[in-house]
């Protein structure tokens, strides 16, 4: 049972900074892929599974880590969007 509360710590963790990462990546780099953090992510998700010795739930870990990056890096990118909206809508009314 210990292993279980410990692979979902550790889940839980590397989730949040997946998300942290890939929102910050995609805030600073705009013209980043969100596809491509998603993917680097879920590879990163299953090596970091390997490296702790939990290869049972592997396939969580990318499941984690993927849905992370993609609603971290999918966030940041409709929030540029919104503010370039705003921007141009300044402008073009003053």
Same mark, same amino acid.
């Given at each position: 049972?210990?292993?279980?509360?410990?692979?979902?710590?550790?889940?839980?963790?590397?989730?949040?900074?997946?998300? /942290?990462?890939? +929102?910050? @990546?995609?805030?600073?780099?705009?013209?980043?892929?969100? %596809? #491509?953090?998603?993917?680097?992510?879920?590879?990163?998700?299953?090596?970091?599974?390997?490296?702790?010795?939990?290869?049972?739930?592997?396939?969580?870990?990318? /499941?984690?880590? +993927?849905? @992370?990056?993609?609603?971290?890096?999918?966030?940041?990118? %409709? #929030?540029?969007?919104?503010?370039?909206?705003?921007?141009?809508?300044?402008?073009?009314?003053?």
């Amino acid at each position: 049972m210990e292993t279980v509360v410990d692979t979902g710590n550790h889940f839980m963790v590397i989730g949040s900074f997946v998300f /942290l990462l890939t +929102g910050a @990546s995609v805030y600073f780099y705009p013209k980043l892929s969100v %596809l #491509l953090m998603v993917f680097l992510s879920m590879m990163f998700g299953f090596i970091y599974s390997f490296s702790i010795e939990a290869v049972n739930t592997a396939l969580a870990a990318v /499941l984690i880590n +993927g849905v @992370s990056a993609a609603i971290g890096g999918t966030g940041v990118k %409709l #929030l540029n969007q919104r503010m370039r909206l705003k921007k141009t809508t300044d402008e073009s009314a003053g």
